[in-house]
């Protein structure tokens, strides 16, 4: 009869109620089993061809960045530093973008020689990371730096496309016994 209702016993309603939660855990199963699947193929957000340009721009930039520190190019330098970056330098002080063009401009940041090795690019999306390994022969503020480092940079691709150092952190690599002479 239409609109006739039937009135279910208490076992019957929990059978119910119970196939109603099996229907819901089996169809969640189901599709989190598929985004699983999906999430396990590994996806470049980069085609192949556009990410080795862009691990070339990088490199050039990290070149740009050496020839600018060898030759005091505060111009280059203001040009490869975002406006909020910031540094952790060898002896672990902060310095804004700021600070390291004064420092270039005034000569406390001078080097000699900067070899660059063992260069690693990664991407995160719109974000590069750089290590690296440098033998340098310089001076800071802080006196005579010569010595082998261990580096990281890092690049974000700006809103017009353009990759900026947003961080920096440099340590000096010490060999085994070698002890930290600004303890």
Same mark, same amino acid.
């Given at each position: 009869? +239409?609109?006739?209702?039937?009135?279910?016993? !208490?076992?019957?309603?929990?059978?119910?109620?119970?196939?109603?939660?099996?229907?819901?855990?089996?169809?969640?199963?189901?599709?989190?089993?598929?985004?699983?699947?999906?999430?396990?193929?590994?996806?470049?957000?980069? +085609?192949?061809?556009?990410?080795? $340009?862009?691990?070339? $721009?990088?490199?050039?930039?990290?070149?740009?960045?050496?020839?600018?520190?060898?030759?005091?190019?505060?111009?280059? !330098?203001?040009?490869?530093?975002?406006?909020?970056?910031?540094?952790?330098?060898?002896?672990?002080?902060?310095?804004?973008?700021?600070?390291?063009?004064?420092?270039?401009?005034?000569?406390?940041?001078?080097?000699?020689?900067?070899?660059?090795?063992?260069?690693?690019?990664?991407?995160?999306?719109?974000?590069?990371?750089?290590?690296?390994?440098?033998?340098?022969?310089?001076?800071?503020?802080?006196?005579?730096?010569?010595?082998?480092?261990?580096?990281?940079?890092?690049?974000?691709?700006?809103?017009?496309?353009?990759?900026?150092?947003?961080?920096?952190?440099?340590?000096?690599?010490?060999? +085994?016994?070698?002890?930290?002479?600004?303890?």
């Amino acid at each position: 009869m +239409p609109g006739a209702t039937t009135k279910l016993s !208490m076992p019957a309603r929990r059978w119910r109620a119970r196939g109603a939660i099996l229907t819901a855990f089996l169809l969640l199963t189901v599709s989190s089993g598929a985004v699983a699947r999906q999430a396990g193929k590994p996806k470049s957000a980069i +085609p192949k061809a556009q990410k080795h $340009e862009t691990r070339h $721009e990088i490199d050039q930039l990290e070149d740009r960045w050496r020839d600018a520190v060898l030759k005091s190019n505060i111009t280059a !330098m203001q040009n490869l530093l975002a406006d909020d970056y910031l540094a952790i330098t060898a002896s672990g002080t902060l310095q804004t973008k700021e600070q390291a063009l004064d420092n270039l401009r005034s000569g406390r940041t001078h080097f000699t020689s900067l070899e660059i090795t063992d260069r690693k690019v990664r991407f995160y999306g719109t974000t590069a990371l750089v290590t690296s390994v440098a033998d340098v022969q310089g001076t800071t503020g802080n006196g005579d730096v010569s010595g082998s480092y261990r580096y990281t940079r890092v690049y974000v691709r700006d809103a017009q496309g353009a990759w900026k150092v947003v961080s920096f952190e440099v340590s000096r690599i010490r060999e +085994p016994g070698e002890h930290n002479e600004h303890k």
